[in-house]
């Protein structure tokens, strides 16, 4: 899942949700390493990212830690980004509920055209 969906206000329900049913959490293309980190604390099965080798850095960080590891927090930048990702699924979701979902209109629109499988 793209990790500033899993940053965001519901992300920390979907990933206690996906833990209490043992699914696997992966973030996608995690490269900076504060973000890194907060995969980490957060107890994400993995990451994808572009940077293995500093991921596994940051990764002995958490073993051997050289510095406080609370002191990475998102500048209004970063935490802007989140929700601008948020804004955009939250859109697209709706459209695509509104264009696509059964019970808004699809089956009749198929059934006019008749579409196969479906008795008019």
Known sequence: ??????????????IKKCK?????VFAW???EEKKMRWCIRKGLD?????????YLEVCKEFTHPKKKIGDDK??????AFVLRIHLLVTV????????FRVGWGVEKRFQRRGGVGVKV
Request: proline share 7%; aromatic share 22%.
């Open 1 to 14: 899942m793209l990790y500033a969906i899993l940053m965001g206000p519901l992300g920390s329900s979907f």
């Open 20 to 24: 209490k049913y043992g699914r696997p």
């Open 29 to 31: 293309t995690v490269n």
């Open 46 to 54: 993995g990451v994808v990212t572009d940077d293995p080798v500093k």
């Open 74 to 79: 998102l500048t209004w930048k970063e935490w």
């Open 92 to 99: 697209f979701f709706w459209v695509f509920m509104w264009k």
